[in-house]
């Protein structure tokens, strides 16, 4: 049984078709590398498939609640600590602060506000709330942007992780995780006829 199933999916940005007739499938144990150029639709798609923004055609098939998402944006309280950031998020979703903190080695930094870090101290918290809240399918987009090489190799460790506990990952990142379970989908040849205009009934882009 699949955890993520998306078939013949269309995904719009400013009224405009990225791409369409997107179709893949992720099972326990696998993650899916997005490629292709800037702009070519690769957080577009991200966002749909987050439940952030509707497709423009095509459906997504998987489990309520099912998807963590992390974006450019790392989503912390400024003003909490470190520990205080996870236990929020482990009360939100009833996950474990222990293990993500170890994993993004964030034990010494467990009493800082996160105001006070660095960009690259952020990421890897931002990082860790993945894997409080305990949903199987985490969605990333360019999740090692201010990460030094080290911090890289405590994220690809803690995607192995969750792909060995029958977690799914679908991300978009132009560094080289060395995931012998990722496959890769080029978005480039999925590009919209140019000019194609639409958008999803209701939907506001401004609220996006």
């Known amino acids: 049984m699949s955890l993520l199933g998306v078939h013949d999916l269309a995904v719009a ?6 791409v369409e007739g997107v179709s893949f499938t ?22 749909t498939v987050a439940g952030l923004q509707p497709p423009v055609a095509g459906r ?8 963590a998402y992390a974006a450019h944006a790392d989503g912390l309280k400024g003003a909490l600590t470190v520990a205080e950031n996870l236990r929020f998020w482990a009360r939100v979703f009833g996950g474990q602060v222990g293990a993500a903190v170890q994993a993004m ?4 930094l467990a009493d800082r506000p996160a105001a006070s870090l660095s960009a690259g ?3 890897r918290l931002g990082l860790a709330r993945l894997m409080v809240t305990g949903r199987p399918i985490w969605v990333l987009d360019e ?7 080290d911090s890289v190799a405590l994220f690809a460790a803690a995607i192995r992780a969750h792909l060995a506990g029958g977690g799914a990952a679908l991300m978009a990142t132009h ?3 060395a995931l012998d379970e990722a496959g890769a989908l080029d978005l480039s040849a999925y590009r919209a006829r140019p000019g194609k205009v639409d958008r999803p009934a209701g939907f506001n882009e401004a609220f996006a």
Do not use: C, H, W, Y
């Not at 940005?13 to 990225?18: K, L, P, Y």
């Not at 997504?60 to 998807?67: C, K, L, T």
């Open 121 to 123: 101290q952020k990421r």
């Open 13 to 18: 940005r400013g009224g405009m078709r990225a």
């Open 143 to 149: 999740p090692t942007v201010s990460l030094d090489a």
């Open 60 to 67: 997504i098939e998987m489990a309520d609640d099912s998807v």
């Open 175 to 177: 560094i080289d995780l």
């Open 105 to 108: 080695n964030l034990g010494g």
């Open 26 to 47: 992720l099972d326990a144990g696998q993650a899916l590398i997005l490629r292709g150029p800037n702009g070519v639709g690769k957080t577009t798609l991200l966002r």
